[in-house]
């Protein structure tokens, strides 16, 4: 097969417009998973502080004078109940956040990619062999 300088021109500056889209669609969701990022990153924020809260007061009960007292036992293990559910929710961000951090490798290097391809194409041209034979 082939093509014709203006084939080549045409498929060349076809190629490069696609390769440029993909890099700024890439670097769009990318900017969007920072920011779900930022959000993720406040909420854990939020719960470590609750998370802190609570465990200042399961400290204050065990060191009352009424430790002992099943009426503190009780508000004890219902705020130990409270940290258990909130650290179940914050090893959940935690996981989300590392997948997050993942997905913007991939469509970092998404950009870099393509960006690089529309650079080669640039310079690129279809080459046609003077042989037949295909190589073995």
């Known amino acids: 097969m082939t093509f014709t300088d ?4 045409e498929h060349c500056e076809t190629f490069i417009h ?12 990318a900017d969007y998973i920072v920011k779900q990022l930022d959000d993720l990153t406040a909420d854990y ?15 204050a ?12 036992r009780d508000k004890r ?8 559910a909130l650290s179940k929710k914050m090893e959940f961000l935690l996981m989300t956040h590392s997948q997050g951090q993942k997905s913007l490798a991939a469509l970092y ?3 870099e990619t393509n960006l690089a391809l529309a650079k080669h194409a640039e310079t690129w041209a279809w080459k046609e062999t003077t042989s037949n034979n295909p190589p073995n």
């Not at 203006?6 to 021109?9: D, G, L, P, R």
């Open 6 to 9: 203006e084939q080549q021109k």
């Open 18 to 29: 696609e390769c440029r889209q993909k890099a700024w669609t890439a670097s769009c969701n």
């Open 45 to 59: 924020t939020k719960l470590k502080a609750d998370d802190n809260k609570l465990a200042e007061e399961i400290k």
């Open 61 to 72: 009960l065990e060191t009352a004078l009424y430790s002992h007292t099943k009426d503190n």
């Open 77 to 84: 293990k219902t705020l130990q109940e409270r940290r258990t």
């Open 109 to 111: 290097q998404s950009v």
